[in-house]
């Protein structure tokens, strides 16, 4: 088997953050820890998408280049320990099964197009947020006790939700994100309708 194939198979069989854990880091839910490549106090190493990069010292890859930072050794040999590590069971010597490896690239696809959504949704629910708060600060300015006017107390109404979908898409786990997906995309069409308008 090529070298190629067999870092392709080995990215697609682990999640970065598996490995990162497995080798002593501790990414925080959002994938934020301390680099391990150098020095500090708070936390500039993000894992994201299958891969890595320090904001401090700029250290960047996927899993095979991290477990050949952390264990100072060549990418071939980063391999055979993450397939010993989570017991892969590849053959080294195997030739690659293309089957699985476009099954791995569709799961690549679908976490790529999950993110980009993800992304967009905290975007236009992010946007719409602050044009609330905005609406709400200037209502209370406005209100007199017992008299509210109807944008203020629209406004009011409507920042909850935004406020609960946007707790969800940022600190809940994939599986609660994508139980949400029908609700968000109803809030984000609605608010990307009345934007053009």
């Keep these: 088997m090529n070298d190629r194939t067999l870092f392709?198979?080995?990215r697609e069989a682990v999640d970065?953050?598996?490995?990162?854990?497995?080798?002593?880091l501790e990414p925080d839910r959002n994938g934020w820890c301390r680099c391990p490549f150098h020095g500090e106090n708070t936390p500039s190493?993000?894992?994201?998408?299958?891969?890595?990069?320090c904001f401090g010292c700029d250290?960047?890859?996927?899993?095979?280049?991290?477990?050949?930072?952390?264990?100072?050794?060549?990418?071939?040999?980063?391999?055979?320990?993450?397939?010993?590590?989570?017991?892969?069971?590849?053959?080294?010597?195997?030739?690659?099964?293309?089957?699985?490896?476009n099954r791995g690239?569709?799961?690549?696809?679908?976490?790529r197009r999950f993110q980009t959504w993800?992304?967009?949704?905290?975007?236009?629910l992010g946007r719409r947020f602050r044009a609330v708060w905005l609406r709400i600060k200037a209502g209370r300015a406005l209100a007199t006790?017992?008299?509210?006017?109807?944008?203020?107390?629209?406004?009011l109404r409507e920042i909850e939700p935004i406020g609960y979908y946007l707790d969800i898409l940022t600190f809940?786990?994939?599986e609660t994100i994508r139980s949400a997906v029908g609700v968000v995309d109803e809030a984000v069409a609605r608010i990307t309708e009345e934007e053009k308008s």
């Design 59 to 101: 250290a960047r890859g996927d899993a095979i280049d991290l477990v050949a930072g952390l264990l100072e050794v060549d990418p071939l040999e980063a391999v055979k320990e993450i397939n010993r590590a989570f017991r892969l069971g590849i053959d080294l010597d195997a030739p690659a099964d293309p089957v699985a490896l």
């Design 8 to 10: 392709q198979r080995v």
């Design 118 to 124: 993800r992304e967009n949704a905290l975007l236009v």
């Design 145 to 155: 006790p017992g008299c509210i006017s109807d944008d203020y107390a629209a406004a």
């Design 45 to 53: 190493f993000h894992l994201y998408q299958q891969r890595y990069r």
């Design 16 to 24: 970065i953050s598996e490995v990162a854990r497995f080798w002593g």
């Design 105 to 111: 690239e569709e799961e690549r696809e679908k976490k």
């Design 172 to 174: 809940e786990d994939e």
